[in-house]
């Protein structure tokens, strides 16, 4: 087997990516996990988190990331902060290219740096991030039991979410810049049949407005120019998800969303190469996949080390 700096490195130092550090630790692989800033991903911004097992009276992102970091350096797993500018996979040693120009070689990688929920861009959407303003309807929805929220957004996971929602909220609003929903019909039967939700057509979200926790949101038609405040007690943002994989470019093969695809061992188009949680093309993106697909990936790695 030719010369790597490593057996496996992990991109990426969310769930997933350190699941996939603790598993292949504690493996005694040799192995390294980059991670652009601090570990945590988008779990840092979770406020309260109550569908993760183990944990019956819920725990906050920052605790969770913080227990998970500890237990995957307790096996002496190696953290870096780094920043992937691009990848090199036309020979069996791979090499990450480093921002600073610094080059990485390795046998196998997990490629697990997440997905970001494209947001608004409005004043008061970050503030109340984790204070009322929400991406993730299952993570969420039981929070807002017996009160009123809006959705935004008109594609099938708005308009599925939206529904679901309506299992704990007294109200939903759905608000749609257009006339006319772009999900999947049969999801737009069921909507408009379901008596806690009002649809806002041809409107569009402008500010979310409260003092600690989201109050109101502003809004306007974008036909008649009409702005109004609709009191609210959440808001989730469904209007699209990025996968972050800038760094990948055509290096494996991707869906037409930029999902990395994988079969059921995480294995990409290139061997050796493999993905876990929400970068990877998957009807469900939470922490508990996340964690499974890393167990899965560095399996697999292990697999493939043994047959080089």
Known sequence: MNKADYDLVIIGGGPAGLTAGLYAARARMKVMMLEKVTPGGQVL????????PGFPEGI?????????????????????????????????????????GNTVSTHTMIIATGASPNTLGVPGESRFSGKGVSFCG???????????????????TAVQESMFLTKFASKVYIIHRR?????????QERVFANPKIEIIW?????????????????IRNVKTGETRELP???????????????????????????????????ETSVPGVFTAGDVRSTPLRQIVTAVGD???????AEHYLENL
């Open 45 to 52: 911004v979770t406020d309260w988190i109550e569908n993760y």
């Open 60 to 100: 906050s992102g920052i605790d969770l990331v913080q227990r998970m970091t500890d237990q995957a350096k307790r096996f002496d797993l190696v953290i870096e902060s780094a920043e992937v500018a691009a990848l090199d996979l036309s020979q069996p040693i791979k090499k990450i290219i480093l921002s600073d």
């Open 138 to 156: 299952t993570c969420d929805g039981p929070f807002f039991r017996n009160k009123v929220v809006a959705a935004v957004g008109g594609g099938d």
């Open 179 to 187: 006339n006319e929903f772009r999900a999947e019909k049969i999801l």
């Open 202 to 218: 041809d409107s569009v979200v402008t500010e979310i407005k409260g003092l600690s926790n989201v109050e109101k949101l502003g």
């Open 232 to 266: 609210v007690d959440g808001c989730f943002i469904w209007v699209g998800t990025q996968p972050n994989t800038g760094f990948v470019k055509n290096a494996v093969k991707t869906d037409e969303s930029g999902f990395i695809i994988a079969d059921l061992k995480m």
């Open 294 to 300: 890393a167990a899965i990936a560095v399996t697999s």
